[in-house]
């Protein structure tokens, strides 16, 4: 191997042909495999829930506490913050940013929910079909879209941007930016629909301040931005969704219009109304939509209306998991906001600005 190494480094052409080599090689790794970074939040997330759950905790057991505490444990300072919660062994751990606390608590459930539905589906079907079939469990190796289907998070909202609906611009990319945390999040939106909320909210002011310190601003600037008890908050981020609702709501409405004008659908088959209202209200639809994909005469172009077929099943999913969550955060108080204000804007004078909030009261 030395002589390898040797005559590699005295010929320049094969020096740089395994450089090329190993730059292809990293590249296509990095794809599959997590950083040492991402290893080692994991690594903290799992010792955080096994300090508080023990080590047989499962996903269920996880709260919007555990959340903020790891955020607010681990985002300052994880050498120094980690003694809080008895890790003896200092990991440092880049949690600065809430919405990555979070997308990393929802990317370990789901981690941990695979697993189980494994093992589970393993153990039931030993002695069942599958040894009858003459397959061998131990090399079977399944993929997250072989155990859930189709119905992964984000399927539903990527599709849109893929054949044969990216024919069709049937969501501007801010609605899509407005779903995405959402429907990322999954069957975890509703039972940590407080810690969603938090991102969504809080989630915008920790990117301005990013920016803010980008640009070398003052103290003061930075305060100012982290001053986050003004404003509408939680129910300001509620009708933003909202909106989105209805937007999901009158392009489904336009599709079947679009289907209805080519001879695929029977206006009769659509839920409500009288036949002459549910026209003009399907029609209002596709009339209030200036976008890609909608404009006049659609039966005239069979590869617009393949698109049109496609898109009523999407869209009615991400409007279900939508209006689900808002129906959910629809009694929340105002209070609930400002108990939270004044918690984050303590963490964030403590991470952008670095004095504790107790000092500048």
């Not at 005559?7 to 292809?24: G, H, T």
């Not at 809080?84 to 929802?106: H, M, N, Q, S, W």
């Not at 024919?167 to 810690?195: C, F, M, N, V, Y």
């Amino acid at each position: 191997m030395d002589t390898l190494v040797d005559s590699i480094q005295l010929r320049p052409d094969f020096a740089r042909v395994s450089n090329e080599i190993s730059r292809a090689l990293y590249s296509y790794l990095q794809k599959y495999l997590p950083s040492l970074q991402s290893q080692r939040k994991f690594a903290a997330l799992v010792q955080f829930l096994d300090q508080r759950y023990g080590d047989e905790f499962t996903p269920s057991a996880i709260c919007d506490r555990d959340i903020f505490d790891f955020w607010v444990c681990f985002g300052v300072d994880a050498r120094i913050q980690a003694n809080t919660v008895g890790i003896t062994e200092k990991p440092t751990v880049d949690a600065k940013t809430y919405d990555g606390v979070l997308r990393d608590f929802v990317n370990l459930a789901r981690a941990i929910e695979l697993g189980l539905t494994k093992r589970n589906m393993q153990f039931s079907v030993a002695v069942g079909s599958y040894e009858e079939g003459g397959v061998n469990l131990e090399t079977l190796e399944l993929s997250q879209q072989d155990w859930f289907g189709d119905e992964l998070p984000s399927h539903y909202l990527n599709s849109l941007d893929e054949e044969p609906l990216s024919r069709l611009k049937l969501l501007g990319q801010h609605e899509k930016d407005q779903l995405r945390p959402l429907i990322e999040a999954a069957d975890t939106a509703q039972r940590w629909s407080r810690s969603l909320l938090r991102s969504y909210c809080f989630g915008q002011v920790q990117r301005r301040l990013t920016q803010a310190l980008r640009r070398k601003v003052g103290d003061v600037e930075l305060l100012r931005i982290c001053d986050v008890s003004h404003g509408d908050g939680y129910s300001e981020i509620l009708s933003r969704l909202l909106k989105v609702a209805d937007k999901l709501d009158t392009t489904e409405k336009a599709c079947l219009y679009a289907l209805h004008s080519a001879g695929e659908v029977e206006v009769n088959d659509v839920e409500g109304g009288d036949y002459a209202i549910k026209i003009r209200e399907l029609h209002k639809a596709y009339r209030s939509i200036n976008r890609t994909g909608f404009e006049p005469d659609p039966e005239k172009e069979p590869e617009r209306i393949e698109a049109f077929r496609e898109a009523p099943q999407p869209l009615a999913i991400l409007s279900r998991t939508l209006n689900r969550w808002l129906d959910f955060n629809r009694d929340l108080s105002a209070e609930v906001y400002q108990q939270d204000a004044e918690i984050f804007r303590a963490q964030f004078i403590r991470l952008y600005v670095g004095v504790d909030y107790e000092k500048l009261a």
